[in-house]
């Protein structure tokens, strides 16, 4: 049988994995890893080797630990991940892998919709990187808010989900596709999706249903 690992730099997120994991995959073995210093640091320092260093190290305990495929569900970890697929033999997949894929499928103007800045540049770069393997040409265009997050901190998620819900239907005037580039934001796109009419796409969902082709 195989064995997922699933690594969080939130921990809010273990339940929605283990739910939408047993869910999808019922007889699967699993487990969850949290840390939540590497998005402290990250926000706090941007990305640095010591960031690469841990999150290969987590890969590598990952491995150790008899995972045969490794799930990141933290965006900004992004290039760090990169580093770490080659340093251990199991597959590591990116939360937002299939969002992105599906994204350039559709094409043209993409939207990010992002609210903390470490996220920008990895979710951007991950977009660009699969429009470039498939041989396609991708705009992407970010909304930074920065608010929202701080809300969603405070313990304000009605704040939060009204800033993000905004400027999500904002974005969707103008681009053929908009992501929610954060897993924080995921619950918001059923309703998003019924108020805009370009696709609003989400990665937690996404991401499990990709795992398939692996397991």
Do not use: W
């Amino acid at each position: 049988m195989k064995r997922l690992a699933v690594l969080h730099t939130g921990s809010f997120l273990v339940e929605v994995f283990k739910r939408l994991i047993g869910e999808r995959y019922p007889d699967l073995s699993s487990f969850h890893m949290v840390d939540e210093s590497l998005i402290q640091d990250l926000l706090a320092k941007g990305e640095s080797p010591g960031i690469v260093r841990r999150i290969a190290t987590h890969a590598s305990l990952a491995e150790a630990a008899g995972a045969d495929l490794l799930v990141f569900t933290c965006s900004s970890t992004s290039p760090a991940v990169d580093v770490a697929r080659k340093l251990v033999a199991i597959p590591i997949v990116k939360i937002d892998d299939a969002m992105a894929e599906k994204a350039v499928e559709i094409g043209g103007r993409i939207g990010l919709v992002c609210s903390t800045a470490s996220t920008v540049a990895p979710s951007t770069g991950l977009v660009r990187d699969h429009a470039a393997r498939a041989g396609k040409s991708a705009t992407v265009v970010h909304e930074l808010r920065s608010d929202a997050f701080k809300a969603i901190v405070a313990g304000d998620r009605a704040t939060h989900d009204a800033i993000i819900s905004e400027t999500a239907r904002d974005l969707a005037k103008t681009c053929n596709v908009v992501l929610l580039a954060q897993a924080s934001m995921a619950h918001l796109q059923p309703v998003l999706a019924e108020q805009v009419e370009v696709p609003v796409l989400a990665s937690p969902t996404l991401c499990v249903e990709s795992l398939a082709r692996y397991l």
